[in-house]
């Protein structure tokens, strides 16, 4: 696998376990969580703040999408391996589902953050492909589930 993919697993969280065990698994392809490729992160600074103008504050983006578990139904409790429609599964994997995301019609451009008033604004612009439609298949290997995997509805 390359690096356009995400392992996502879960496991139950108790102060009391010694070992976790993985409770479900998903390897997803990135594109199923944004198929936006162009942008390329910088972390950024600025100087001169605080009551003495010595402090630093760094632009460091946090992205938070949402995981397939929210985007799906059908994968609690079991492995599924989420790919581009046009990607050959392994030999030894059945679909389960087919799935589809549809580009939004705005794109942050910008945003900016007041520090008096704690406020953050964004700027946005029409998408150029608004509407797009991006379509996945789910599998499973074929000693597993073969309970379907659909989209939520978000």
């Given at each position: 696998?390359?690096?356009r993919f995400l392992h ?58 949402p995981t397939p578990f ?85």
């Amino acid at each position: 696998m390359d690096d356009r993919f995400l392992h996502i697993w879960r496991y139950p969280n108790t102060s009391l376990q010694t070992e976790y065990p993985v409770t479900d698994l998903i390897i997803c392809h990135g594109d199923f969580l944004n198929a936006q490729r162009n942008y390329i992160h910088e972390n950024k600074h600025i100087d001169g703040f605080g009551s003495y103008g010595d402090i630093m504050i760094r632009d460091r983006k946090m992205y938070v999408a949402p995981t397939p578990f929210e985007l799906t139904k059908g994968t609690a409790g079991l492995a599924t391996l989420i790919v581009p429609d046009d990607l050959e599964p392994p030999p030894d994997f059945f679909c389960v589902g087919n799935l589809f995301r549809i580009e939004g019609d705005k794109l942050v451009s910008e945003y900016s953050f007041n520090l008096v008033t704690n406020e953050l604004q964004i700027r946005t612009i029409k998408k150029i492909n608004t509407g797009e439609k991006h379509c996945f298949k789910a599998y499973r290997c074929d000693n597993q589930s073969k309970q379907e995997v659909t989209m939520v509805n978000i």
